[in-house]
């Protein structure tokens, strides 16, 4: 296909092989599959699919599925002259900063030649490339099972963690086996290598003994000119690599990443100044280059030694050492004609390429009581601490306690009255250094006092001073700089020093409320900025302990007091945002999940909206979506912004891209005409498009407001001069009512580490933000009395801090103080602070490659249409004080400061919940629509669920298959509260549940089947996710075992009961007790319900046996739970030693142990006494071909009444038992 400028055109060549239909010759597929496994198989058809069972009698729990593949007898012959061969693929170690990628395997047609030559290769014994090894069998895994391959970990469980089965395994080896030239090895066995590392000690083994083992050969690049089919592996082209060839491999590179043209670029550029690539992009750059031309890891490698290609060049040059290098396929180029290929089998999208439903949502900031943790303190001894001064004595007392502590404390004064040079003073034993927050100078001057003294950290006082004083237009500079420059400067300073250390503290000290801003409104918001500074900071430098701390101002008037609380917290490692009470109380900062419940309102046609930075970007799309959900509502939107409008542009509004970019192209032509060289750079010409391009947006918002019935100005203003603020309002005074709200969306970001922060950028960052609000809410209060709503838009760096953000922090911080204070007064406007996560194609998240870093990070973006829905819920259903709008945070939320919903449930529901010991396995109803759809989930150990470790096979415990019937009595009965569980159908037993960690969580999804007037049937399913060790979700659920419930209704009439035909269990003495059934069984004393065999019986030659049957209370250990004794639905140990009686059973007569797989209809019918005397039998009903038998069993009371009935059950053999174990019982 080709169409239009710069298409590229491919081509794939085929040659027929196949000359009729029935080209499948039964017997070869069979050999190679036998050949591949190193074992029996079993070929059967599934969902359109042949699969093939590796000794499935062995190995697979309940058989083979699928019908018998018949095939017509072959007579298509396939030409002689080719032959097909599948050339396994050695994977390189990868550079570390390059991602990892899915290596699929490659399909090459090979003449006879080109397979001599691939055999004659040097041989590599397997052992010598352990690395390769282990990439090579991961990728195999993720070729099969789609997994990402850095999800994947060599000590995972293969069934149990990673939810491979064991049809699977037998693949992915068979897959080994091929790769690695391993020989078919009869004694192999998969449940003998339950994980990676034991298939790879496996394969180096298989190495070892044999000298003919070789590593997967070398894979033969593809090559772009079309080769006839003969010259194929006889004469491969020579590969070389000139210097016009890295120059245009790497061109291509940088135009994948940044779209610039490949003409545009020129080597001598540099990258960041001239081509406007930020050291982001150029590391994913660097990266695909690494890769590209297979360079090894460059530990001495820095981005700063290399600012243009021509750089990057002379690198990549060097790094090959002058010799011919095979490049990887890139995927910058297209492939032209290739030699045929045989057909390939659709490879099905990994978890990670599935389209992921995005969570971000609503989140509300409050607080809650903080626990108690262990104290790690820091060894400061003989190291100095830096305390900033504060007017209530707080940091004095701080250091006089240091100092008697053994460590050495400097008093810092942060004083703007001093404008010459710092002073250097004496208070005893301390320290006093003064000096201006806002001068960089003496900033510099206080770094070189420090430059010989070991330095352990900051305690950050002077924000209290602020405590008591109110946040004034005239004072806030001077309280910024003391607040957060100085705390800033300090940091710049000091952090070489910190990055050294193991150990370390950063703390700041505010006196808002106690509650960081939570609790009251009587402070002022600024001593809150901070806080942004130290969180971010603790991120940058991870070694060392950050801690926000706010205090309760009452608590100041104690100065020694507090000091000996704040030195005594610092020891502890969190919360990292801490706020201490009063009465001592100690709180933590977190975040709730709670969407709104309350309808929306609309605005009023009076409403007029002042709205910085409302132009263009995140702001605009927020401010068109709430005029269009206001239609004809009448309102005005005065939109602010830096970008003077030109309105010769209008006429874009609505152009195509085509249109635009044209445009764009135009004005290069114009500034190419204008410059002395005729030359322009690429960033000059990015700058000079973007005027243009932000006046568009600025037109195409006012239209789009338009449109909706509302109205819209625009107004050139720098939102942190006053003077231009106020200059705006007198010219909206005079066409439009009053304003009645401010939504402050204008802000700047420029991320980089404090140590390379310039200090301009810190305040010009700061004041847009800070600044910016104080303008407008002044000019606004000067100019209008209807002044009722006001928004901030601030973002998740504030709330949790982010490394090379402390500017951007501390100003969000700052304003989610405000908006919190505000909301506490009912006199001031309402109040909202949005703290944002990043927006996916549009703000400050899209410059450079942060998108990927945020991605890299875990952190989840919201789309526009997502975003916008958010924000005008907020301003239309009465969001108020912090909330954040945000999903998965990511590396953010390290401190697990997110708190799901609280449950609302149904009054009955609520009511079962209430009896703590009738549903010990519902730890959350994480779920639930009445009568339809519930699903809760239960996380399992053994200190909480003692009667796994008596359920255990060589010391790890299995989940009892009778406690999953357990678990879908208990969700059926909370999804229908009328009724009583009476049964259980189509139950089938899949992937078991091993415990191979401390705990494993596990989901019970119960959704309603079907009813009649008498019964409800309820469809469950056991459940749990693939979990990485980060405890990161990937994949779908596995499914463990499913079976529908049979519910009875109120009032209603079971009806006759339907009874195995099997006749009652006879009552005479124990023949053979339970030492001798637990000689052969795994199963503890928690679990032997088994009290003994009486005897053998024979119903209509089908063999079966009779026993005792013990109920939970009999046991001989009943300890189960943890909570003690508990209601049960389920019965469980009476259908377990059911389990075990037919297990007996099958022991007997056909030397199998046995584990259940499925039952066809299980009856609950009555509820035992403690001292019934309960009897049981299990009649063997017949045997299918898959290793599988059925079995019928009864458990009646010591009146003969029926007590559990099942028919049914399926028990798969695994393993034949011992000579030793076989035994016979008499029958009559």
Known sequence: HAAGFGSQIALTMFKRIARTLNRVDRD???????????????????????VAYIAPDESLIGGVEGSEWQVSAQDAQPDSTLSTTISPKSVPSLPDETPKQEVKEEIAEETPSAVLASQTAPEITVGEHPEDLEQQVVETVAKHTGYPTDFIELDQDLEGELGIDTVKQAEIMADLREIFSLPVDDSFQLREHPTLNHMISYIVSMGEGSEEQQNPQEEQPLQSNTVDEESVGSNPPSLENTDSDIESAVLSIVVKHTGYPEDFLELDQDLEGELGIDTVKQAEIMADCREHFSLPVDESFQLRDYPTLADMISYIDSMRGGEPVVTRDSGLEEKEVVTAKP????????PSETPVESTVRRWVVEVEEADESEAHPIDMAGSYIIVTDDSWGLGNAICEQLESSGSEAVRLMLDPSITSKIKIEKDGEIDI??????????LSQFGEILTDLDIAGVIHTAPCTLAGIAWAEVTSQQQTQMVCHGLFGVLQQIDAKLANRSDGIVCSISALDGRHGNGGYRF????????????????????IRARAIDVAPELLVNADKLAATILSEIEYMGPRELGIDGDGRRWQVCIYDEPHESERQSLNPEDVFIVSGGGSGVTAACIVGLAQANRGMGCHFALLGRTKLDDSLSSLADASEEALQQRKMELRDQMQGQSK?????????????????????????LSDIEESGNTATYYACDVTVSKQVRKVLKKLKKKHSPVTGIIHGAGIEDSKMVADKEWDTFSNVMSVKVDGWQSLVNAVKDHSTQLRYCCAFTSIAGRFGNGGQADYAAANCILDAEMSRLAHIESEPHGVALAWTGWQDVGMATRGSIESVFEEAGIETVSVEKGVSLFVD??????KRRVVLAGNLGVLNDDGSNREPPQRLPPDVTALLADAKRFPFVDKVVALQPFDTLSYECTIDVNSYPFLEDHAIDNVPYHPGVMALEMFSQGAQLLWPPCTVIGFAGVRFGLPIKLLKQEQKLRVVAEFSHQNSENVWVKCRLE????TKSGEKFGEPRIHHEGLVRMLKRDADRGLLKLPSIGTPSRGGVILGSDFVYQRFFHGPRFQSHGGILGGCSIDDMFGADGIALSRHQLANTNQFSVGDVTLEAQPMLIEACFQNAGMVAMEIDGLQSLPVGIEMLELIRIPEKTDSLRMRAVRRGAEDDGVTIHDCLVVDQDGKPVVSMKGLRLKGMAPISEGESFSLNRN
């Open 1024 to 1027: 749990s996710d693939l979990m």
């Open 524 to 543: 002022n918001p600024l001593g809150a900025g901070a806080h942004g500074i130290v969180k971010s900071f603790g991120r940058e430098r991870p070694n």
């Open 874 to 879: 907020e301003v239309m259903r009465g969001g």
């Open 433 to 442: 250094i003064r000096l201006d927050p806002g001068n960089q100078d003496h």
């Open 28 to 50: 070869s597929v069979e050999k190679w599959a036998i050949n591949q496994a190193g074992d029996d198989v079993e070929l059967r058809l599934l969902k359109r699919k042949l």
């Open 343 to 350: 057909e390939l089998e659709t490879v099905e999208p990994s």
């Open 677 to 701: 060289s005729g030359k322009v750079t690429i960033v000059d010409w990015e700058k000079a498009w973007s005027k243009i391009e932000r006046s568009i947006d600025i037109h195409k918002t």
